[in-house]
């Protein structure tokens, strides 16, 4: 039985033994990897999905202290903003409110 080259250089010896094992097992059954047959395309779908997820985690980085102090400045003048949008907002509309129901 001769196997596809892999396309990625980086890929482990583990990795390509899983997935040419994995081939090697749905080839026994083709209806696990037709698209139009509805099983094998939920099973293709969750092949597709492991192997990026897969290949996202070993991309991902954890960030450094200065890259990590950017994103919590970000992120607290977002909430800063959000919540002086909020403040504005309720400000205005509570005599608005007061004005339609009639304040009396």
Known sequence: QT???VAKA????QHTVLV???ASKLSSMPFLTDKNNPV???VQGAIE???DSRRLIQRCTKPDAKEFKK???ACA????????IGYTVKLVFIPINNIIVGGS
Do not use: D
């Open 77 to 84: 003048i977002g909430f800063c903003i959000m919540g002086f």
């Open 20 to 22: 040419f094992g994995m």
């Open 3 to 5: 196997f596809p080259k």
């Open 49 to 51: 999905f492991g192997m």
């Open 10 to 13: 980086h890929c482990t010896v």
């Open 71 to 73: 994103i919590a400045v």
């Open 40 to 42: 094998g395309f939920c």
